[in-house]
């Protein structure tokens, strides 16, 4: 299985690209200084979307993928794409969102897209027993890889994660806290409309 070039695509091109997009995101938002102009009510939006990609990435790691496996994914998938445009939505309110971070967006929303097409590509027989169809038997249960990633691999990973996505989303939500006394909501963002910024 890890000499699939599907496989591979997955773990040295479409992870990293998404990791780096995530802490690009974080770049953009520090740019626009979304302390003062939307807060940590945006910031507890990007861990909540940090969350929606992260079970599904998590249970592709270290689960074998079944049906129950792909089905969270997809509507993990779905949750998250409703989530995003509530974070736009919110951040219009208030904050300018640049063209280099609408840009990033699309990596953002787009590559765990290609995450799921991909597993869904390996795992077919189970994505098709997922809906009735196929020759597979649908599997719910939910056992350990019998091949795991290397350690090192993982391990990288999630340093990774922690360091460049996890903490940085913290910082920016207990910035924004500080920034408004406790409070979730800047005055400015309370001004406005959803959009507000965009239609200048």
Request: charged letters at 15%; proline letters at 4%.
């Amino acid at each position: 299985m890890l000499t699939d070039p599907m496989v591979l695509i997955l773990m040295y091109f479409v992870l990293p690209v998404w990791l780096i997009a995530g802490f690009a995101d974080w770049l953009c938002h520090r740019a626009t200084h979304i302390e003062s102009t939307t807060g940590a009510k945006e910031s507890l939006i990007h861990l909540l979307m940090f969350a929606e990609v992260g079970i599904p990435l998590l249970a592709a790691m270290f689960l074998e993928v079944n049906a129950f496996v792909i089905a969270v994914m997809i509507v993990s998938f779905f949750i998250h794409e409703g989530t995003a445009i509530w974070d736009v939505r919110y951040a219009t309110t208030a904050r300018t969102v640049s063209p280099i971070e609408q840009h990033v967006h699309s990596f953002l929303e787009m590559i765990p897209l290609m995450g799921l097409v991909s597993v869904v590509a390996l795992h077919w027989g189970q994505f098709l027993a997922l809906f009735g169809a196929g020759t597979e038997k649908a599997r719910f249960d939910l056992i350990w890889k019998h091949q795991q990633l290397p350690v090192t691999y993982i391990a990288a990973v999630m340093i990774i994660i922690v360091l460049f996505e996890l903490l940085p989303y913290l910082e920016e939500f207990f910035r924004g806290l500080r920034a408004n006394s406790g409070g979730l909501v800047p005055a400015k963002a309370k001004r406005h409309k959803a959009g507000d910024t965009a239609a200048r």
